[in-house]
């Protein structure tokens, strides 16, 4: 079965600090995988997918950047966090291309920017 | 900007109750999921409707492509089912999204 993971599960950070958010999908080969953030009471926006290794598209721009350094690991980064980058962060996977399938997500990660 | 507008932003109802919940599209798209978020975040897909009427339990989704709108009918609502249920449509325009409505808030009292 396919398990999706991510980590931290929360953190709190200073501004200005660097960030790096993981997220590892185990059990699926080849996956389209996703970034996306949600303020608090916020909606939740599509930051980056990556359909291949090594290849990531931005969608939103947030000051942030992501990596897919392996097929089943995508990373999300900044090197200075701001304190509008406070949220929640969901990886998300899929077999199919963009909608054309579920996509399924991970618990997600918890920041807090101070 | 492309968006997807949701109603009601929160809606209580007694268990066994049934629900409607409306979305509706600023584009027309023939991508349509429904997801469940629960209280601790973690997102659910809950339906995968592109278009017509498709059933999950009792869950119910319908989805008119040249109305732009899709809706999800809970019937016999369970204390369970409380939280917040997200509509979401496919774009592309260059790059792909899925754009997410602000959610309905679902409490669903004993």
């Known amino acids: 079965a396919q398990t999706i993971h991510q980590w931290p599960v929360a953190e709190i950070k200073a501004v200005g600090s660097p960030l790096s958010l993981g997220c590892t999908i185990k059990?699926?080969?080849?996956?389209?995988l996703y970034w996306y953030w949600q303020a608090t009471g916020g909606t939740l926006q599509q930051l980056f997918y990556s359909i291949t290794v090594g290849q990531v598209e931005s969608v939103v721009q947030l000051n942030l950047s992501a990596s897919r350094p392996k097929d089943d690991q995508f990373i999300l980064s900044t090197e200075k966090l701001l304190l509008s980058h406070s949220g929640f962060y969901l990886c998300?996977?899929?077999?199919?291309?963009?909608?054309?399938?579920?996509?399924?997500f991970g618990p997600g990660t918890r920041l807090l920017v101070l | 900007e492309q968006q997807v507008q949701q109603s009601p932003a929160s809606l209580v109802l007694q268990e066994a109750e049934n629900a409607e919940l409306q979305c509706s599209f600023s584009?027309?798209?023939?991508?349509v999921q429904w997801f469940y978020q629960r209280p601790g975040g973690r997102l659910v897909s809950l339906l995968y409707?592109?278009?017509g009427t498709k059933q999950s339990g009792r869950l119910t989704s319908t989805t008119v492509i040249k109305e732009r709108r899709s809706s999800l009918h809970i019937s016999s609502s369970q204390i369970t089912d409380s939280g917040t249920y997200l509509c979401?449509?496919?774009?592309?325009?260059?790059?792909?999204?899925?754009?997410f409505g602000s959610g309905t808030q679902l409490t669903v009292m004993p």
């Open positions: 979401a449509m496919g774009f592309s325009s260059g790059s792909w999204q899925l754009i």
């Open positions: 584009i027309f798209t023939n991508q």
């Open positions: 409707n592109p278009s």
């Open positions: 059990g699926k080969s080849s996956p389209n």
């Open positions: 998300a996977w899929s077999l199919g291309w963009g909608n054309q399938d579920t996509q399924y």
